[in-house]
């Protein structure tokens, strides 16, 4: 009984918390500053079509260094409470059914191809490099629904995890040196606006976070399926 | 016409919520967990949001539930092979 009204007196506070969302929410009528100055500024300055990429990648840099070291922390937990195999195995002995591996034949190309065109292409169109590394994850879970026996190569995937990894923070690294700071993508010339490669160094980094968020995601996988 | 979608989608949104608490199904309560995912990534893509939508689908309604049904057939196997 004393717990119930402990539980309604934190869900009471809990609405008063968000209640002003609610009553003080006002469509804005301008923008505001920061968001002014991204706007105008951002197609010049590092000149990527896709703005939203230019904030996550290279104004907020720093904050898309700390999502991939989150999911980085996220999957080394995971591995660390499924260190033990289990006793039993997890994987049943009869194979896929005949559709599941002539589908997941034909579309497998297909995924890989999508999932490595969203991340090199993040500057460009919507997407990016945590997009396009999911996609590549769910490309290898229909290759492990399909073919059962298939098992993933775990040294292969720690050193793409850790070299994209690496190469990320170093091509961070060298914005500092050699242009205005952590993570600017004007190291490398800017090129044409809306071309493959322009941008400067945005398709490589988002290339080396798609294929680090990707090989973080199998990890995990494999590690619940084994 | 968009304040109508939207409110349709939240009422969706909300009541698959509901229902995947309600569920004593496990399996169909983490669908329907990942019915939320789905109906979030349409909703930002209705707010012009399509790099949030593409996240919210990918992540949320694709490799979550995934993660949830690998643990359920873990867990149910090991509880298997302890009665056994």
Known sequence: MVRKIFLFIILILFLYMIFPLISEFKILSQIPDLAKYYLEKGPDELGSANLVTSVIVSYRGLDTLGEVTVLFIATAGIGFLLRKKSRISLTPNRKASEILRTGSAFLLPIIFLYGIFIFTHGHLTPGGGFQGGVIIASGILLLMLAEISWKMNYLILHWVESLSGFFYVIIGLLGIFLAAGFLDNRLLPLGDFGRLFSAGAIPFIYSFVGLKVGSELVGILTKLQR | ?84
Do not use: H, Y
């Open chain 2, 1 to 84: 016409m968009t304040i109508i979608i939207i409110l349709v989608l939240g009422i969706l949104m909300l009541s698959s919520a509901i229902l995947a608490l309600q569920l004593k199904d496990l399996v169909a309560a983490i669908i329907s967990a990942g019915v939320i995912s789905l109906l979030a990534s349409v909703l930002f893509l209705i707010l012009a949001a399509p790099d949030v939508a593409m996240t919210e689908a990918a992540i949320g309604s694709g490799l979550t539930t995934v993660v949830f049904l690998f643990t359920i057939n873990r867990i149910r196997k090991l509880k298997g092979d302890d009665d056994g």
